[in-house]
């Protein structure tokens, strides 16, 4: 088992930065990779960064240029640094790691863009 809990969502204007962790405990030994998936408003869950212990990263197209995926190994945490937000990026945040096919969620962060 794999627990997951994120913090550093919040309200920012657009053109704003967050950043925000996830710290992951428990069988982390095991863990093939990590990353963010986000929810709008109405909407289905989508992708926007993930990693794997081997180093390759993924991004959906929106967030390329704006957003950075990194990782801390000492300290068992993901981070999710985005840059220039927009309003579209509102959308609750969740971290999720995956061991083969089986993936692990927290309990999801707010981030919400003003215009």
């Known amino acids: 088992q794999v627990q997951l809990v994120e913090s550093g969502g919040g309200l920012v204007q657009a053109g704003g930065s967050l950043r925000l962790s996830c710290v992951a405990s428990?069988?982390?030994?095991?863990?093939?990779?990590m990353g963010w998936y986000r929810q709008p408003p109405g909407k289905q869950r989508e992708l926007v960064a993930t990693?794997?212990?081997?180093?390759?990263?993924n991004y959906a197209d929106s967030v390329k240029g704006r957003f950075t995926i990194s990782r801390d190994n000492a300290r068992n945490t993901a981070y999710l640094q985005m840059n220039s937000l927009k309003p579209e990026d509102t959308a609750v945040y969740y971290c999720?790691?995956?061991?083969?096919?089986?993936?692990?969620w927290g309990q999801g962060t707010q981030v919400t863009v003003s215009s």
């Open positions: 990693f794997t212990t081997t180093g390759s990263t």
């Open positions: 428990g069988s982390i030994g095991n863990i093939n990779g």
């Open positions: 999720t790691a995956w061991v083969l096919v089986w993936h692990y």
